[in-house]
């Protein structure tokens, strides 16, 4: 700065000067002996005033980016000193506070919008003060069946809207420290149910309508994914080979049944006599019981005819009888 003229140089150093001090001093609540003292800042209490409610305010400001890493160092911290100064504590009164801040402190933010039903009954909860001089509120002492009933509830709610995602992990991380209550005096710790800042399902619909639509686009175009996952595709192969299997069943029991028929066709057809030598067939050109003597024609081959010569003798008639 040797080449500036005294009188600009000391400008420059006067506004560099007010805008190093103009920065906020950001610290989170943490007790001296944590090893998140450096992430979380020296002071040992939070003011509302260090903390942002939007999603993408973790990433993009101070403060944000200050909460972000205490909170992801306090979430694994095993520090302890008492039942109100440990790592567990401090970690779920960064997020409570927050939550009270961002939810039900904050007039003008809109965190809660869409979710009143579900979120507002936690409301009396949230705006009890645990960071009060000489407080005995314990770790769970929050734990009640109010709590535990709606929640679940709001958690849900918060995440299904852009912009409230982290608030909806936070109060879930809340609700599982309630399911556990780890024992901070044994080095035990919240368990997450999913990353504390993770916005990956903003809005359940859109990701699922995203998801749908690149589906569709991959099937389009011949991408190299199909649409189908491995189990669908499982499915589907099973589906086809319990469905050839089947068919196969029914055409052998379709041509067992017509073998079947066939055979019954065939037996059907028995030896009958003819009815010439029946012996209940009629006699040739009677229509009695009387035998009829055939004509020379009707002899069989090498049969002699019998021929009865008529000796002229008249029949004898019946002897006279004598009158008495």
Request: a neutral charge; proline letters at 5%.
């Amino acid at each position: 700065m040797a080449f500036l003229h005294p009188r600009t140089r000391v400008a420059v150093l006067g506004l560099i000067a007010a805008f190093c001090f103009s920065v906020p001093v950001i610290s989170l609540n943490v007790i001296s002996s944590s090893k998140c003292v450096a992430e979380c800042g020296k002071r040992t209490n939070t003011l509302a005033s260090d903390l942002v409610c939007p999603d993408s305010s973790y990433n993009t400001s101070a403060d944000g980016m200050t909460m972000k890493n205490c909170l992801l160092c306090e979430s694994t911290g095993t520090a302890y000193k008492s039942e109100t100064e440990n790592d567990v504590w401090s970690f779920l009164f960064n997020q409570k506070y927050t939550l009270q801040t961002c939810l039900f402190d904050r007039s003008a933010d809109t965190s809660l919008s869409g979710c009143e039903n579900s979120c507002l009954p936690l409301r009396s909860i949230f705006k009890n003060l645990w960071f009060k001089k000489n407080s005995t509120d314990l770790a769970f002492d929050y734990c009640t069946d109010v709590f535990t009933e709606y929640s679940g509830d709001c958690s849900t709610c918060l995440r299904g809207k852009s912009g409230s995602v982290i608030l909806g992990n936070f109060m879930d991380t809340m609700n599982s420290a309630c399911e556990t209550k780890p024992n901070a005096s044994e080095g035990e710790i919240v368990k997450l149910r999913r990353p504390l800042f993770d916005v990956s399902t903003a809005t359940t619909t859109s990701t699922s309508t995203s998801t749908s639509t690149t589906s569709d686009t991959s099937s389009a175009t011949g991408g190299p994914s199909s649409g189908l996952s491995t189990g669908a595709k499982a499915g589907i192969g099973v589906g086809v080979g319990v469905g050839g299997a089947l068919l196969l069943g029914v055409l052998v029991w379709v041509l067992l049944l017509r073998k079947k028929k066939a055979s019954k066709k065939v037996d059907g057809y028995q030896y009958e006599q003819p009815w010439e030598q029946a012996s209940n067939a009629p006699t040739s050109g009677a229509t009695g019981g009387e035998p009829v003597a055939k004509a020379m024609g009707e002899l069989p081959i090498g049969a002699r005819p019998h021929a009865e010569l008529d000796t002229g003798k008249t029949p004898k008639g019946p002897d006279p009888v004598e009158l008495a």
